[in-house]
């Protein structure tokens, strides 16, 4: 019995890949980390709306939500190999993959979620899309993720020496974890699907995130302590297989790519509503939220940047940002 409906599964699976046969809705596989009715989730549901309408209903989304697909860094790899023909992930575990993409994940990088979104918007956005292109991906579209901010089950963090020789999950990027070890901490780099246990059962003290992921994936159920150190405002990316793609003719590369860039609008406006419910809810189940001064943080970045900003090309990418009103 279990046999066979693996099979079915399998078999439905394989049903809603992109093979179109005349005349019929060829269904475009998506994948995302994040739970149904999360903000990202429902914006490429809505996009998987526009692409339908627009195409007379020749192509529609499915999302898999939920890491259905698989955790971020195997989604990105089926999606380079054609397997998966849409996937919404964060920044962060391109950053080995796409160089690029490690600018707008450096910590204090952006000085607000509005510098952010004019930066993502602008030509700079345009620009590190298209990088993506080298590595078997087409960028579509930059979502909100809000600030990142650590978080643990042992105590209020409010001075970066508290976070001395502590243990915090990261996604699975250098960039995460030389910013972890930068502070004086410890970075265990670990997929997303894994955090909730390792922090119940103490092989993490604590991890790192917007109010929406740390609600929606009930890491506040164990981990009580919230620091508002706001030290990374990594945009999450909408990027479609480059096989898939090929397969579209021109006309209907420019019906998704505008889709993308039309849920954006709708994404941000659901992400801003979240970030309020998301906060009301941890504290409301007992979260204690702290202060820290910035500036020691910051400067402990030094070496990050250095790092990072290895060649010209990246380090003119990162002033252009900065210098971005
Ligand atoms: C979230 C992001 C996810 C995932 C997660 C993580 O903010 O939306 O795509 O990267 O963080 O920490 O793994």
């Not at 971020?72 to 998966?84: F, L, N, P, R, S």
């Amino acid at each position: 019995m279990l046999q066979f409906s693996k099979l079915a599964a399998a078999a439905f699976a394989c049903g809603s890949l992109m093979i179109g046969i005349a005349n019929a809705e060829t269904v475009l596989r998506s994948s995302d980390t994040h739970p149904d009715g999360y903000p990202t989730v429902e914006a490429v549901k809505y996009m998987g709306d526009l692409i339908k309408q627009r195409t007379d209903g020749r192509y529609s989304i499915e999302v898999y939500h939920s890491a259905q697909l698989g955790e971020e860094k195997d989604t990105i790899e089926q999606t380079q190999a054609g397997v998966i023909d849409l996937n919404r992930v964060s920044m962060g575990p391109f950053n080995g993959i796409v160089p690029e993409t490690a600018v707008p994940s450096l910590p204090y990088i952006f000085r607000s979620v509005e510098h952010m979104r004019h930066v993502m918007d602008g030509p700079i956005g345009d620009e590190i899309l298209k990088a993506f292109e080298a590595h078997n991906l087409v960028g579509l579209a930059f979502y909100d993720s809000g600030a990142r901010s650590f978080y643990n089950t042992k105590k209020d963090i409010t001075s970066m020496a508290d976070m001395k020789g502590m243990k915090f999950r990261v996604i699975q990027s250098d960039v995460f974890v030389d910013m972890v070890n930068a502070l004086g901490a410890n970075a265990t780099p670990m997929a997303y699907g894994e955090v909730y246990s390792a922090l119940q059962t103490g092989v993490i003290d604590g991890a790192e995130n917007n109010w929406p992921s740390f609600e929606s994936a009930k890491h506040y159920e164990v981990a009580k302590h919230y620091t508002l150190d706001q030290h990374q405002i990594v945009p999450e990316v909408l990027v479609m297989s480059k096989a898939s793609w090929d397969k579209l003719t021109p006309e209907d590369q420019a019906i998704v790519r505008q889709a993308a860039k039309d849920s954006v609008v709708k994404m941000r406006e659901l992400w801003d509503a979240q970030e309020k419910k998301s906060r009301d809810i941890v504290e409301a189940a007992g979260v204690k939220v702290s202060e820290i001064d910035k500036q020691p943080l910051i400067d402990a970045m030094k070496p990050v940047y250095e790092k990072y900003l290895s060649t010209p090309e990246l380090k003119d990418l990162a002033a252009r940002i900065q210098a971005t009103k």
